[in-house]
Structure formats: C-alpha cells, structure tokens
C-alpha cells in the first residue's frame, strides 16, 4: 500500500519550509505528498508566489519527501469555475488553473489538479445546458493540458465530488469525461477518486461503492484522497475515528484490485479552532494506523 499525505492538514499551522517539512517527513513519517495550494494561493503576484511555494517543496525534498502533485483545496473549491454560466467566470477559471500550473511548475512538480467545476443551481436542473457548458469546459481542460506540457508538467488530474450540481459526480461521469478527453490532450488527464466522496450514501444509495469505482474507472484513477467518514456527509476526519474507511478496508481494496502505485493520499481537513497540538497528535497517531495497515 503507497501511503502519502495532502498537506491540507497544515494549512494555517506550519507553513515554515523547515517545520512544515520536519512535520511530515519526521513526525508522520510520510515520503508522498500531494501539496495544496491553500498553503500558497495560485493568484498571488508570480514571484513571491513562487518564491515561497519553492521554499516549501525544497524542504520537503531535503527532508526526503516526493511531492507527486499540487491540488486545490478548500479555497479553490469555493467557485464554479470551469462550468460557471458566466463567461467571465469560466475565463477565471481558466486563469485559476493556468496560474496553479505555473506554480507547480516552479515547484518542480510533475502534476497539478482540482475538482473540475460546479452548475449553478439553474444550469444543474438544464440537461441541455449542462451539456453546453461541459463540452465548453472539455476545450478549456484541453488547452490547458497543452499549456501545461510546454510548461513541463507530465499530467493533470480531475477530482469528482459528491454533489449532483458539480461535474462530474458519478463514476459513470468520471467515466464519460475521461473517454471525452482521452486523445485529445497533450499531457493524460486523470482521476484522483476520493473515498469520501465516492462512499457518499445520500447521493449515491448502493453506487456507494469503490469496487464500482475501480471497475468503471480503474485504468484512469491516477491517486486516491482517503479519509474516515461515516457515509453520511463529506468528514474528512483521520483515522483514529471510527468510520466506514478502515484501514483494513483500504488494504483489503488495494489488494484486491493489484494496484501498485495509486497513491493514498491522506486527506484531513480539521477545524481552524482545534489547537495545534491536537491536529499534529491526531495526524501522528492516524497515520500510524494507517501505516500498520499498509505492511500487513
């Protein structure tokens, strides 16, 4: 099992390159890390933008660490982006995207993704608009994946989410906007498949199911965000809560599907308020668990 860490864990926390790097290499004993941009916002002036990103992977790269990727996070999802119904908006998130590829390309990183838009609540309920919009979002993520091949990325990466508004959500979705955009990219587009997302019950009543996921999606999921959840809401919790996403599970399904180098990326959102030294005890001891099930 390849284990790794989204740093979203320490946003607001430890954003010193030294200590944010002693945290994950030393303290959670992680080499794979998927970095966010809500430690570093892609829209920042370039230069100190880069300047500071640069400084954190260095010392993530010092201290022994891989950083596979970049990803947005709890500010980038705020907005609609590509499938916004304003034009304006959707250049943005073209801009937004643009802006996080340069970014990681300064980082030295290979890879950069986010989820991939949202409806508004009008445009969700259009099925002819819906489709509109996506074919005009597919163009965008195909310019972009040219841009980010001369820009000497290697790939970009799609995360579906949990809400019927947002693009896409379904594994058949996910399935249908890789097969859009398979040979039509300079670089590949992927999936990063998030477990809570995927084991949504609400939304997805008996889909709620990741062997559903891998067998639809399998050959285009480049990464998975693990998470505890209790299926009834998008948790993000750790693994020293009790949840549908045991460790075991997530052994049992790396196993059982021969996958090899997916990485599971632990994704955990905590609250702002919560003291530091809580997050980092909790971190430690979750990704513990996490690591004993990996060399079972």
Sequence with gaps: MKLGVNLSFAIKRWIEPAALADVVAEKLGVTYVQYTWDLVDPWWPAATRDRLARAQADALRRAGCVIESTFGGLASYTYNHFLSPDEDLRRLGHEHLKRAIDMTAAMGVPAAGMPFGSYSAADALDPARREDLLKIAEEMWIDLAEYACSQGLAELLVEPVPVGTEFPTWAADAARLMTDLDGRTAIPVRLVVDWGHALYEPLFGKEADMDLWARTCGSWIRA?????????????????????????????????????????????????ETPDEIVLDDMIAGMTRLRAAAAA
């Excluded at 399904?253 to 997916?262: A, C, S, V």
């Design 224 to 272: 998975h965000h693990i998470q505890q959840t209790d299926g009834q809401l998008d948790r993000h919790w750790s693994f020293t809560r009790e949840g549908v996403v045991t460790p075991r599970r997530l052994r049992d399904h790396w196993d059982r599907w021969g996958l090899t180098d997916q990485t599971y990326f632990a994704e955990i959102i905590y609250p702002f």
